[in-house]
């Protein structure tokens, strides 16, 4: 005789694991309701909002900074001509990087292709950036303050950034193997000629060195500026939101003419004698 089928039942352990599950989905759902609701409100509340807002100022702060101590870009309008003076120690600094409006003004943005990362402003203005050597030079032409605190003051000397593109590129390393690495001190008297020049000229004039011991003077204006701490290395999310490139928004890239004549970027070096006769090294 054919014994009777047992049918199985469900046991506790197998009906306690769907109850869990179905408690942890209804604690998610709730989770992501009440994360999704705190992100829709547009505003915090307590200890929140003051750690954001101390983040922010510090955050400023270091903007603030980083401002106050790069220096401005040297720049000739067409016509002009200019003596400047190397300063730079080490090997020179290289970087790529875009030209565009920030927040109204014309500024520089680095160029992260370079580092294998997709880089949003080369999509956005259509072309890749540009391979740059920056040296820090001292700009010997008075100048006199027409905005800020120091008004009508007059500047006789201060230190710039020199960028260097495209063909000047090769004079430049003539002289730096011509001096063996070591072109600290060294004068260089640009010309530019016209508005389709490099905003640094193109007629290049290369002459004697300044002794170091009258550079040495400046104290740290006579010095390099530490340019990785200038160039921030952005990220492809930061420039996205900098830019508003989510928008779909684009960015000019026209040459920008840096004309600002208040004190910011600049430093005074009147407290420094310049003895014409002592220029040239022995």
């Known amino acids: 005789m054919r014994k009777p089928r047992r049918v199985k039942t469900p046991t506790r352990r197998k009906a306690t694991t769907a109850k ?40 400023q702060q270091r903007e603030y900074e980083k401002r106050k101590n790069t220096p401005w870009d040297f720049r000739l309008a067409p016509g002009d001509e ?7 120690t080490e090997e020179p600094f290289f970087i790529t990087e875009h030209t565009l409006k920030i927040n109204g003004r014309w500024g520089k943005e680095v160029c992260i292709a370079d580092r294998g990362d997709r880089c949003p402003l080369c999509e956005s203005l259509g072309k890749e950036g540009s391979y740059t050597m920056y040296l820090t030079v001292l700009d010997r032409r008075p100048y006199k303050i027409k905005k800020g605190p120091n008004a009508g003051k ?17 004079k430049f390393e003539r002289q730096y193997k011509k001096n063996k690495g070591n072109w600290r001190g060294l004068k260089v008297l640009c010309h530019r000629t016209t508005d389709k020049e490099a905003a640094i000229g193109e007629d ?6 300044v002794k170091d011991a009258l550079l040495a003077k400046y104290g740290e204006n006579g010095q390099p500026v530490k340019y990785e701490e200038i160039f921030e290395i952005p990220s492809a999310k ?14 000019g ?12 970027g600049a430093y005074d070096l009147d407290n420094v004698g310049w003895d014409e006769d002592e220029d040239d090294e022995d």
């Open 82 to 88: 200019a003596e400047v003076i190397i300063l730079d």
């Open 238 to 251: 930061e420039l996205v939101k900098r830019h508003n490139l989510d928008a779909g928004s684009a960015v």
């Open 253 to 264: 890239s026209e040459e920008f003419d840096d004309d600002d004549d208040d004190d910011d």
């Open 20 to 59: 869990t599950t179905r408690s942890k989905a209804r604690t998610s759902n709730k989770t992501s309701a009440s994360t999704s609701s705190k992100q829709r409100t547009g505003f915090d509340r307590g200890a929140v909002g003051f750690k954001k807002g101390a983040a922010k100022r510090e955050q």
């Open 154 to 170: 007059t500047i006789k000397a201060s230190r710039k950034l020199l960028p260097v593109k495209g063909r000047n590129m090769a």
């Open 204 to 209: 290049l004039e290369f002459g004697g060195k």
